[in-house]
C-alpha cells in the first residue's frame, strides 16, 4: 500500500474532520506526514503496522494521556480524536493491518539544530527528564515490557555485532566497554529501580527555544527498564560533539537529581551505562552497514558515537564517578590525601627492596587497552607496559580466561586439547626446525630451564652473555645477568659466566656506519670461546635478547647473531633467543626479534607478551634438544601449560593476527621514531633514538661529544611526562635512555601527544 499525499488528506478529512495538506517527511520506522489547515495549525500524522503492534501504539497513547496530566504536559503532543473518539484509527488494506493516529505539532527547534547549546539548556533538560520520569512514577503497561535493543539494559546482545566493526581498534574499544558493562552493571542491574521511560531524549527528539526545552517528541523507543538509564540517554546525546563532554553530564545529572533524587548506586554505573548505549550505537550502524543499508537514519550519529567513546575511554571511571557524586551532593571518591600509611603497610608486610616508581607514587585501580586510571580520578597512556602485550582488560583475552576457569583448570597430568592446540599454533609461528614446547610461569623460569636444558644437552656448564645483559630472577638468571649481578648489592660474576661486550653501536667501539660492526661485536664472542677452548672447556650456551633491553633498548647490528650463532654452534655451544620482551610482532617489521638477524635460534624464550600479562612463559627447542632431555627424569611444573594459560596463550595469538597488531606496531612505531628524530635535531639533550617497531629508545645526554649521561635531566623529564599523563621510564647501564615499550593498541594519537608533551618538558629544560 502507497500511502499518497493526497490518500492522507482524505483521510484526515473523513477520519478527524480536518481539512488539510499534506507533505510527506522522512521518517525512522514508520510513515511521517505534516499537516497543515487553512489557518496554518499542523499536525503530525504517523502510519505504522503491526510490526510495531496494536498493543504498543496503544502503550504511547496511554502514556502521553498520563504526562497530559503533568506539569510538563505541555512539552508533549496530544493525540486527536477520530470521529469514534478514539486516538488510533485502524485500516485493513490488502489484508495488512495499519495503524494511524494525528497529533498535535509542537513549536521549537530541534537540539541537533540549535547554535548555542550551553549548561542552561543541559540544566534545563535534566530538569525536564526528572520532572517526566517523576510523573510516570505511577505509569504502567504491559506492552512496555519488551526486550528492545536500544534498552540499554540489553547491551550485552550487541556483542553479537561487534564482529561488524571492521575497524580493529574500533572494535577492541567497543568490546572493552562491553565488557565493563558486564563486569560493572550486569551484577547489580535487577536491583536498580525500574521505570517507565521514554528512553530516546535524542537531539531528533528533543526541542528547544529560548534555552529551554520546550518540546520530546517519538514515544518509539520507550520501554521499561532501569530508571538511571533514562538519564544516560539523555546524557549521551548531549555529550556528542561536545568539548566538555564529564562536565556537561554533570550539569544535567545535577539538575535531574534536584527534582528527582538519584542514588549514589545508580551515579556509579553512569559512565558504563554511557559507554554502553554509545556501544549499542556503533555496533548497530555497522551491522546496518554490512547489510549494505541505504537509509540514512542508520549511520546519523555513528561518527560522533565514535568520537565520544574516544573521550570516554580517556576519562577516568573514578572521575566521572566522583563528577556525578559531588553534582548531587554527595561525598566524592577523590580524596588529596597521600599515600603514607599505605606505603607504611607495604614497607611492613612486602619486602623493602620490590622498587616503586615515580617521586609520588601512583596507585593504579583500574586500566583499558593503552590507558591506565588511578585512585585520584587521573588517566594515564601507558607506555612501559610490555606485557599487556595486546592491551589492558582486552575483551576477548579476559572472556576466554574467564570461560576456561568456569570450566577447568588443573595440571598437565591430564589430556587437554587446549595445549595441543595452542604447541601448534606457538609453534607455527616459527622456524620448522623449532617445533617442541615446554609451558612454564614466567620469563625467568622459562630461561632457568633452558639454561638446564642446554647444559644437559652439551655436557657443559659455561654461559656467555652480553654485558648489562638481564635474563630475569631465578636464581640461574640472576647469575647470567650482570645488570643485577654487577649492581649494587649483587654478587659478582660467577665463574662460568662470561660477558661479551655489548653490541652498542652509538657508545660502542664501532659505531653506526661502520657495516662491519657486527661482526667486530661477535668477535669479542668467539674471544671468549677461545680463552674457553685454553682451558679445555666450550661454551654450553650464548643467551641474548633479540634486542636489548636494560642494556639500554639496543637493536643488534647487522649480522651480528648470525656471525655469533656461527661461532657458538662451532665450538659445540646452544643459541638461546631471549624474546621475552621482544617476540610476539613489537618490532613491527618481524614476528620475532631473532628474525630480524636472520638466524635460527636453538631455543628460544618467551615471557611477557605470551600470555598479556597472565603467568605464562615457554621454552621452544629442537627436537634434538628434546630427545636429549628426556632422559629418564620427569619435567613437571605444576602450572605450566594448565588449561587457563593455554586458553589466554591462544587469545593473544589469536588477537595478534585477527588485529594485524604486528603491521599496526610497524607503521605506528616508524611514526613515533620520526616524530622524535625530529626532537632530536631540536634539542641536543637528545643524542640518539633508536629501535624496531613499538621497541624503541631514546638515549639523552648533557653533551654530544663527551656522551655525559643527562640524569637527573632524564628523571626530571619522566616525572613532568607522568603529570602530562604520559608513563614513560628509563633504562640503559648509564639509567640515560628514555623506554617505551608500550601496549601493542598504543596509536599515533598517542605518540603524536607523547612527541608533544616531551618537546613541551625538554623546552623546561632549557
Known amino acids: 500500500m502507497e500511502f499518497t499525499e493526497q490518500f492522507i488528506e482524505a483521510f484526515a478529512l473523513q477520519q478527524y474532520g480536518v481539512a488539510v495538506k499534506a507533505k510527506a517527511l522522512n521518517g525512522y520506522d514508520e510513515l511521517n506526514f505534516l499537516l497543515k489547515d487553512k489557518e496554518g495549525l499542523q499536525y503530525i500524522l504517523k502510519v505504522?503496522?503491526?510490526?510495531?503492534?496494536?498493543?504498543?501504539?496503544?502503550?504511547?497513547?496511554?502514556?502521553?494521556?498520563?504526562?497530559?496530566?503533568?506539569?510538563?504536559?505541555?512539552?508533549?503532543?496530544?493525540?486527536?480524536?477520530?470521529?469514534?473518539?478514539?486516538?488510533?484509527?485502524?485500516?485493513?488494506?490488502?489484508?495488512?493491518?495499519?495503524?494511524?493516529?494525528?497529533?498535535?505539532?509542537?513549536?521549537?527547534?530541534?537540539?541537533?539544530?540549535?547554535?548555542?547549546?550551553?549548561?542552561?539548556?543541559?540544566?534545563?533538560?535534566?530538569?525536564?527528564?526528572?520532572?517526566?520520569?517523576?510523573?510516570?512514577?505511577?505509569?504502567?503497561?504491559?506492552?512496555?515490557?519488551?526486550?528492545?535493543?536500544?534498552?540499554?539494559?540489553?547491551?550485552?546482545?550487541?556483542?553479537?555485532?561487534?564482529?561488524?566493526?571492521?575497524?580493529?581498534?574500533?572494535?577492541?574499544?567497543?568490546?572493552?566497554?562491553?565488557?565493563?558493562?558486564?563486569?560493572?552493571?550486569?551484577?547489580?542491574?535487577?536491583?536498580?529501580?525500574?521505570a517507565y521511560a521514554h528512553n530516546d531524549a535524542n537531539d531528533y527528539n528533543l526541542l528547544v527555544k529560548d534555552n529551554t526545552v520546550c518540546g520530546l517528541i517519538d514515544f518509539g523507543d520507550m520501554v521499561y527498564t532501569a530508571l538511571i538509564n533514562s538519564v544516560a540517554v539523555a546524557c549521551t546525546y548531549a555529550m556528542l560533539n561536545n568539548k566538555r563532554p564529564l562536565e556537561t553530564a554533570a550539569v544535567i545529572v545535577k539538575n535531574y537529581h534536584a527534582e528527582y533524587l538519584l542514588t549514589i548506586q545508580e551515579l556509579d554505573l553512569l559512565y558504563y551505562l554511557?559507554?554502553?548505549?554509545?556501544?549499542?550505537?556503533?555496533?548497530?550502524?555497522?551491522?546496518?552497514?554490512?547489510?549494505?543499508?541505504?537509509?540514512?537514519?542508520?549511520?546519523?550519529?555513528?561518527?560522533?558515537?565514535?568520537?565520544?567513546?574516544?573521550?570516554?575511554?580517556?576519562?577516568?571511571?573514578?572521575?566521572?564517578?566522583?563528577?556525578?557524586?559531588?553534582?548531587?551532593?554527595?561525598?566524592?571518591?577523590?580524596?588529596?590525601?597521600?599515600?603514607?600509611?599505605?606505603?607504611?603497610?607495604?614497607?611492613?608486610?612486602?619486602?623493602?627492596?620490590?622498587?616503586?616508581?615515580?617521586?609520588?607514587?601512583?596507585?593504579?585501580?583500574?586500566?583499558?587497552?593503552?590507558?591506565?586510571?588511578?585512585?585520584?580520578?587521573?588517566?594515564?597512556?601507558?607506555?612501559?607496559?610490555?606485557?599487556?602485550?595486546?592491551?589492558?582488560?582486552?575483551?576477548?583475552?579476559?572472556?576466554?580466561?574467564?570461560?576456561?576457569?568456569?570450566?577447568?583448570?588443573?595440571?598437565?597430568?591430564?589430556?587437554?586439547?587446549?595445549m595441543m592446540e595452542y604447541a601448534k599454533r606457538l609453534t607455527a609461528t616459527l622456524p620448522e626446525s623449532l617445533s617442541v614446547c615446554y609451558f612454564t610461569n614466567s620469563g625467568s623460569e622459562a630461561n632457568d630451564l633452558a639454561i638446564r636444558m642446554s647444559r644437559h644437552f652439551t655436557r657443559q656448564k659455561d654461559i656467555i652473555v652480553l654485558d648489562h645483559a638481564y635474563h630475569g630472577t631465578s636464581t640461574v638468571a640472576m647469575e647470567m645477568s650482570p645488570y643485577k649481578f654487577d649492581s649494587k648489592g649483587g654478587f659478582g660474576k660467577m665463574p662460568w659466566i662470561h660477558k661479551a661486550i655489548n653490541p652498542d653501536m652509538y657508545r660502542g667501539p664501532y659505531k653506526y656506519g661502520d657495516a662491519n660492526a657486527g661482526e667486530k661485536y661477535a668477535a669479542d664472542v668467539q674471544r671468549i670461546i677461545d680463552s674457553l677452548k685454553a682451558e679445555g672447556k666450550s661454551p654450553a650456551v650464548f643467551i641474548c635478547e633479540t634486542l636489548l633491553g636494560v642494556g639500554g633498548q639496543i637493536p643488534l647490528p647487522p649480522g651480528y647473531l648470525k656471525q655469533v650463532y656461527k661461532y657458538v654452534n662451532a665450538a659445540g655451544g646452544v643459541c638461546i633467543a631471549d624474546e621475552v620482551q621482544v617476540g610476539f610482532g613489537r618490532v613491527g617489521e618481524k614476528f620475532w626479534g631473532f628474525e630480524l638477524q636472520d638466524v635460527v635460534p636453538d631455543i628460544v624464550v618467551m615471557g611477557k607478551p605470551i600470555g598479556n600479562g597472565h603467568p605464562l612463559a615457554a621454552v621452544v627447542v629442537t627436537n634434538e634438544i628434546a630427545d636429549a632431555f628426556n632422559n629418564g627424569m620427569e619435567y613437571f611444573n605444576t602450572f605450566g601449560g594448565n588449561p587457563v594459560s593455554m586458553a589466554t596463550g591462544l587469545a593473544v595469538l589469536d588477537v595478534i593476527q585477527q588485529e594485524e597488531m604486528q603491521q599496526h606496531a610497524l607503521e605506528t612505531g616508524n611514526h613515533l621514531v620520526a616524530g622524535l628524530k625530529r626532537l632530536m635535531d631540536k634539542y641536543a639533550i637528545i643524542s640518539d633514538v633508536r629501535g624496531h617497531g613499538l621497541f624503541i629508545g631514546a638515549e639523552m645526554v648533557k653533551d654530544r661529544t663527551t656522551l655525559e649521561p643527562a640524569v637527573p635531566e632524564i628523571d626530571i623529564v619522566v616525572e613532568k611526562m607522568k603529570d602530562k599523563g604520559y608513563l614513560l621510564s628509563t633504562d640503559g647501564p648509564l639509567h640515560n635512555v628514555l623506554k617505551i615499550k608500550p601496549p601493542m593498541p598504543f596509536n599515533q594519537q598517542n605518540a603524536d601527544e607523547l612527541v608533544q608533551y616531551l618537546d613541551e618538558c625538554l623546552g623546561e629544560l632549557s
Open 48 to 194: 505504522a503496522t503491526d510490526e510495531h503492534g496494536y498493543h504498543f501504539l496503544d502503550a504511547q497513547v496511554k502514556i502521553v494521556n498520563h504526562l497530559a496530566a503533568s506539569e510538563v504536559a505541555n512539552q508533549f503532543q496530544h493525540y486527536l480524536l477520530n470521529t469514534e473518539g478514539k486516538e488510533l484509527t485502524t485500516l485493513v488494506i490488502d489484508d495488512r493491518n495499519y495503524y494511524l493516529r494525528i497529533l498535535s505539532f509542537l513549536e521549537g527547534i530541534f537540539w541537533v539544530d540549535a547554535t548555542e547549546r550551553n549548561d542552561i539548556l543541559h540544566a534545563d533538560l535534566g530538569n525536564f527528564l526528572a520532572k517526566m520520569d517523576k510523573a510516570l512514577q505511577h505509569f504502567s503497561h504491559p506492552a512496555m515490557h519488551r526486550r528492545y535493543i536500544w534498552d540499554i539494559s540489553t547491551a550485552m546482545d550487541a556483542n553479537a555485532k561487534l564482529a561488524c566493526i571492521t575497524n580493529h581498534e574500533k572494535r577492541r574499544m567497543a568490546g572493552y566497554f562491553l565488557l565493563q558493562f558486564e563486569t560493572e552493571v550486569m551484577p547489580v542491574l535487577a536491583s536498580l529501580r525500574h
Open 274 to 418: 554511557i559507554a554502553a548505549r554509545l556501544c549499542i550505537s556503533v555496533t548497530q550502524s555497522a551491522y546496518n552497514a554490512s547489510l549494505d543499508s541505504s537509509n540514512e537514519h542508520h549511520f546519523i550519529t555513528e561518527q560522533p558515537a565514535w568520537n565520544l567513546l574516544y573521550q570516554l575511554i580517556r576519562i577516568n571511571p573514578v572521575k566521572a564517578q566522583d563528577s556525578f557524586r559531588t553534582a548531587c551532593g554527595y561525598e566524592g571518591l577523590i580524596n588529596d590525601k597521600d599515600y603514607t600509611g599505605l606505603l607504611e603497610e607495604r614497607k611492613k608486610h612486602v619486602g623493602r627492596n620490590l622498587s616503586i616508581g615515580y617521586k609520588q607514587p601512583l596507585k593504579i585501580i583500574k586500566a583499558a587497552l593503552q590507558y591506565l586510571y588511578d585512585d585520584k580520578g587521573r588517566t594515564f597512556v601507558d607506555c612501559v607496559n610490555n606485557p599487556s602485550h595486546v592491551g589492558h582488560c582486552h575483551p576477548v583475552v579476559v572472556k576466554r580466561m574467564q570461560r576456561q576457569i568456569a570450566t577447568l583448570n588443573t595440571n598437565t597430568r591430564y589430556l587437554n586439547d587446549h
